[in-house]
């Protein structure tokens, strides 16, 4: 055991620097991720390091999943419901049926539930997977949108399709009509869970007096607590812990001071960074042993089988993204006049970006050792071994082509964050400037520190600069100084408190108000350092 944990260690250490290779060379980290692991799997003499399927399942899926909705843009998200849904619910059914009837020719002795099983685990592209691969590359907003907003739902849908089938190996039972009935009430009753702690923990971290460190720790508690609860009941985790991090997300800036947020945000920053290395490393760790047990079959076979549905899925995404984009706005008139016409070229960048990732593997390995009789559970290396095949085609070959596909369409982006960073910036300003004006009387010791302040946001709107600027008060008293520093802090309450009706409003994208959030923030942990 001693060995397996340095042995551990050393390859999470391993992991880390990978994080370094992938600034430099601009390589998207999930990519070198499974390359990792493919390494892991060819160095001789590794140890197996064994875990508790439940357990990896349990330890890994929440956080990633709470952690990709307080990422989510809850108005984007809204916005571009009918096309998320339409991937993330349809798209997934019609990719694991099909898969699961195509396994069942293609693998020798494959049943249809273990076909609907390995369809469940390999039809949900990746949140951290896209988010990552598209980081850096002009593709257009509504596009990078519904990625994001598909990959956060698809993995509710996929998982009931995986609790389904396992139910079906382990029992030998399967009702058609009773699976779709059961799949509706768990997925609005996971929603209703979530929602129903999403109000607790807001109540918690609102109105008790909890500090940076409890925040953050009760933050790290959330995403199990919301999946337990709904698992207890047999209702989707997946869903509670996304409605949960949906709702919590939209009111970070009601809940949490700039401390919490700040070191909430680092911690969480982190954490995900490990979750992704470990999982890797666990089916680095284990392919050795799948390949000395390959059911039967051999590695030449696997990998024919690997390929083949890699292959598969690349397709049948292709074939389904094209009519779900366009028959819409033909069939509906409502949808023409409130939807533009979508791009072929975005469409064709949507289709080619399913990358699979961390929450397929994170599913595979999850898979039970044994069957309810106690024996071995069927086939299940080779949905391992396929589902990394999978994960290397798509990060692989579709992640890397990525940017060549996007240069070759001439894809130009018509969303300019910079440009809307430049106008909150000024509006923000302005208001303040505003705000100073019709609440700030010009007399006694606030005179000099009302000048500056204001001086201050005027500099803002001139040179629009990206850092906040500070007066020179070098001349003036500590009191001046003082009594400035306050004045600073309460016109950084007056932002948020701006942040938030524009946030409200939709008048800026999510992002843009994370970001000045964020410096505020750290300006506000400076100033403090001044007023007590």
């Known amino acids: 055991m001693t060995e397996q944990l340095i042995v551990f260690i050393l390859l999470l250490f391993g992991v880390a620097l990978l ?7 601009k390589i998207s980290y999930p ?19 064994e875990m508790n399927p439940d357990v990896v399942f349990f330890i890994f899926l929440p956080p990633l999943l709470y952690s990709a909705a307080w990422q989510t843009s809850w108005n984007d998200f809204w916005n571009w419901k009918r096309s998320i849904f339409l991937l993330a619910f349809g798209l997934v059914i019609f990719t694991s049926t099909v898969v699961a009837y195509v396994s069942v020719h293609l693998i020798p002795g494959f049943t249809l539930a273990l076909g609907f099983l390995l369809g469940g685990i390999i039809s949900p592209p990746d949140a951290v997977a896209a988010t990552s691969v598209m980081q850096g590359l002009k593709v257009p907003k509504r596009v990078s949108t519904i990625l994001e907003g598909e990959s956060l739902i698809n993995d509710a849908s996929s998982l009931i399709i995986y609790r389904f089938a396992i139910a079906a190996i382990l029992t030998s039972t399967f009702s058609f009509g009773q699976a779709a009935g059961q799949f509706v009430l768990v997925s609005i009753m996971g ?51 996304v409605s949960a991090g949906l709702f919590l997300s939209w009111r970070a800036g009601e809940i949490f001071n700039y401390q919490a947020r700040i070191q909430a945000i680092n911690t969480w920053n982190s954490i995900i960074f490990i979750l992704n290395g470990v999982v890797f490393i666990l089916i680095g760790l284990q392919l050795p042993v799948i390949r000395e047990n390959l059911d039967g079959f051999t590695l030449q076979m696997e990998i024919f089988f690997g390929v083949t549905i890699s292959l598969l899925i690349m397709l049948l995404r292709m074939v389904w993204i094209f009519p779900g984009a366009y028959l819409p706005v033909l069939l509906s008139k409502r949808i023409r006049t409130t939807e533009p ?12 970006s399913g990358m699979r990732g961390v929450v397929s593997l994170a599913a ?3 898979l039970p050792l044994t069957t309810t009789g106690g024996q071995a559970f069927p086939y ?53 400037i505003e705000f100073i004006e019709s609440n700030y009387a010009q007399e006694d010791a606030t005179r000099d520190a009302l000048h500056h302040i204001k001086t201050k946001y005027e500099k803002r709107v001139d040179h629009v600069n990206r850092r906040m600027l500070t007066a020179d008060l070098s001349h003036h008293s500590e009191d ?24 409200r409003h939709n ?7 994370r970001k000045i959030e964020f410096e505020l923030d750290l300006e506000e942990a400076s100033l403090r350092n001044f007023v007590q």
């Open 19 to 25: 994080s370094v290779v992938a600034d430099k060379t």
């Open 31 to 49: 990519i070198l991720l499974v390359l990792a692991g493919l390494v892991i799997w060819l160095i001789p003499g590794m140890p197996l390091l």
């Open 191 to 241: 929603i209703v869970v979530g929602l129903a702690i999403a109000n607790i923990l807001y109540v918690i971290h609102r109105f008790l007096p909890t500090t940076p460190s409890v925040d953050t720790a009760i933050t790290l508690i959330s995403p199990y607590l919301c999946y337990l609860a709904a698992e207890h009941f047999h209702f989707s985790g997946v869903l509670s812990v």
């Open 341 to 352: 016409m979508p791009n072929w070229r975005g469409v064709i960048i949507g289709g080619w």
């Open 364 to 366: 595979a390995l999850a």
């Open 380 to 432: 299940r290396n080779t949905i391992l071994f396929i589902t990394f095949c999978v994960i290397l085609m798509t990060l692989v070959v579709q992640g890397l082509s990525l940017p060549f596909l996007i240069k070759w369409l001439h894809i130009k982006s018509t969303d300019n964050e910079a440009e809307e960073e430049k106008k909150l910036r000024i509006q923000l300003s302005y208001n303040a």
């Open 480 to 503: 001046v100084f003082r009594e400035f520093n306050k004045l600073q802090l309460q016109m950084i309450n007056f932002e948020r408190k701006e942040i938030k009706k524009l946030r």
């Open 507 to 513: 008048e800026f994208p999510e992002e843009v108000l």
